[in-house]
């Protein structure tokens, strides 16, 4: 009687956690009405969409808006996020889902992987450049320099050369010295070896163009993570204003960084989330047989009923484990970030841009761009960007 | 079982009923911190270099009332920060504690120019042709001219950032001067640290 009661309550107990194990997907389906414009789709999904994806939709959002210019946009989607990756997490209930055996790593708050933080800081800093708060820019770059400075291997440990350049290049502005930070981005150069800086030069471009990495997840859970690198045709760009050509070639490359993080401490623990779903699988399979072949027989059947049973709830865990890394991205990031200054005296000036591939010929993309030195205290800072969304 | 399901409907939402608002003192430590600079540091640093700048010989034992303009901080630090906040902290402070002391003056030149400081010199502007009065003794046509200033109130925000797999740390120096305008000296400087270190969850790690 106490061995029929105890197998009940097995089995209520699996029937149990498979409702439960149900409940993983109640919050979080990607409902919301689509226009097709990313960036009225991206404000969307921020107001409408789980709060644990707001920061991925504000990052999207935030690098639509720059590249069409809505620049205000882009500041307040900017600021929101970096409010959410500034903090400490500590005893966040996400992140502790997150760690758990029965919750899957997107449970927790996006933040995204250390390049895609990096670029929030990168496009805050062009944005704070733009209103002549040079001290606050150079503030971002040094920000996004640190998320990148806890790698496994530290030859790639703060190594984008763009953000030292920019850095050394505020400091030197603002009649600091920004010598140091100039070597640092002469010693990390891969790509190309940037100018000397010109303290006294007034337009500044920035350019990027191609496809950023996006995520994958690996192994017999999809318990590792790994970057699949993106796409470019283009290697560098030509600006063409009055007399002056300047071609900006690459300072860094996103899937380069994307790449050298080396592994993550998540990585470990999704590691053993795997062990643990091979094994309570592997123990339920072992149970149910067993069970089951001891419950054919009459003088065993109740024993084999319950180690049926008991096998059977070790599958139901094993099931309601999930180890799968977290394949949210940033999905329209750039592949390469380039960098140039000059001098115009004030004046509207129109410009064009065309995109050379990598035997250094022009496409047939060329955009037109109107640059206005107005302003003699402060900076007219241009972007360009391959990407209109 | 019917609890349990029940239990659903709100899983994964934190705080499914929310959080009501907490009223803090800026001075205080919130629940949501991070090791950048924060309101309890403002209050903190501004407090006490406003109590070290009343007692200076140069604002206590002023015979008249020294008049001060602000230039804004700069911030070398790895934070973007509204920079003006700190010298308006100082200068309410001052203004509330130092009983009429030391006055303030709206200035400002270039990029760093106060927005009111347009709105000022049209009003000047005005006065001095004559076409617009409050006292046509000081009013007089060709002289209205603004108040020159004793000293420069200014400051500097330096940092030093680490980040290691044991957690992040940030060393924040704050250092304030008031200068004198007419020898450039220094007449007045003091410091405030902040330290602060931690270590995120692993899940972000």
């Known amino acids: ?389 | 079982m019917v609890v349990l399901l029940a239990g659903c409907a709100s899983s994964g939402v934190r705080n499914p009923s929310g959080v009501p608002v907490t009223e803090m003192r800026p001075d205080e430590r919130g629940f949501v911190a991070g090791t950048g600079i924060e309101s309890q540091d403002l209050v903190a640093v501004t407090d006490k270099m406003a109590r070290s700048i009343i007692g200076i010989p140069e604002i206590a034992n002023a015979p008249g009332k020294p008049s001060v303009i602000l230039y804004p901080v700069e911030n070398n630090t790895r934070f973007p920060i509204q920079k003006d906040i700190f010298l308006s902290r100082i200068r309410a402070e001052l203004n509330s504690k130092a009983q009429g002391r030391v006055m303030f003056l709206i200035r400002g030149a270039g990029a760093q120019a106060d927005p009111r400081m347009a709105a000022l010199e049209r009003e000047r502007e005005l006065k001095a042709t004559g076409q617009v009065t409050s006292d046509p003794a000081k009013d007089t046509p060709g002289v209205t001219q603004f108040k020159g200033a004793d000293y420069i109130l200014t400051g500097k925000l330096e940092g030093l950032p680490h980040r290691t797999s044991q957690g992040i740390s940030d060393y924040v120096l704050y250092t304030f001067q008031l200068i004198d305008v007419r020898t450039s000296v220094i007449v007045w400087e003091d410091k405030a640290e902040i330290k602060k270190q931690g270590l995120e969850d692993a899940a972000y790690r």
């Not at chain 1, 993983?24 to 921020?46: F, K, V, Y």
């Not at chain 1, 990756?85 to 992987?113: C, L, P, Y």
């Not at chain 1, 050394?168 to 010693?187: I, P, V």
């Open chain 1, 1 to 389: 009687m106490v061995t029929v009661t105890r197998t009940r309550f097995l089995l209520a107990a699996a029937v149990a956690l498979l409702a439960l194990t149900g409940c993983e997907t109640t919050q979080g389906r990607a409902n919301w009405p689509r226009t097709g414009d990313p960036l009225l789709d991206g404000q969307t999904a921020i107001a409408q969409g789980p709060p644990r994806d707001r920061v991925l939709w504000q990052y999207r959002t935030a690098a639509t808006a720059l590249r069409r210019g809505e620049l205000a946009e882009a500041r307040r989607l900017l600021d929101d996020a970096l409010l959410t990756i500034g903090g400490v997490v500590v005893n966040d209930r996400g992140a502790r889902q997150a760690r758990s055996m029965f919750h899957a790593e997107s449970k927790k708050t996006f933040h995204g992987e250390p390049y895609e933080r990096v670029m929030a800081y990168y496009y805050r800093g062009i944005l704070y450049w733009m209103d002549g708060e040079l001290d606050n820019a150079r503030a971002c770059f040094r920000s996004a320099q640190l998320q990148d400075s806890d790698t496994e291997r530290k030859e790639y440990a703060a190594d984008y050369v763009l953000l030292d350049y920019l850095d050394g290049l505020a400091s030197m502005k603002l009649g600091g010295d920004g010598s140091d930070a100039f070597k640092r981005a002469e010693a990390e150069a891969r790509l190309y070896r940037p100018l000397p800086g010109d303290a006294q030069a007034n337009v500044l471009v920035f350019a990027e163009f191609g496809n950023g990495p996006s995520k994958l997840a690996t192994g017999e859970y999809a318990e590792q993570l790994r970057f699949h690198p993106g796409t470019s045709v283009y290697r560098a760009v030509m600006l063409r204003v009055t007399n002056i050509v300047v071609r900006l070639d690459p300072f860094d490359d996103l899937n380069f960084q994307a790449t050298t993080r080396g592994g993550r401490v998540m990585d470990h623990i999704l590691g053993n989330k795997a062990v643990f779903k091979s094994t309570t699988d592997a123990v339920g399979t072992v149970g149910l047989i067993g069970g089951l072949a001891l419950a054919s027989r009459k003088d065993t059947r109740e024993a084999g009923l319950g180690l049926a049973a008991a096998g059977l709830l070790s599958k139901i865990i094993s099931a309601a484990t999930t180890p799968a890394a977290d394949t949210r991205c940033w999905d329209n990031l750039p592949a390469f970030l380039s960098f140039s200054a000059f001098r115009l005296p004030p004046g509207q000036y129109g410009a064009t841009v065309e995109f050379l591939d990598g035997a250094g010929s022009p496409s047939t993309v060329t955009k037109p761009v109107t640059i206005n030195v107005s302003d003699a205290n402060r900076d007219t800072v241009i972007f360009i960007s391959d990407k209109n969304n």
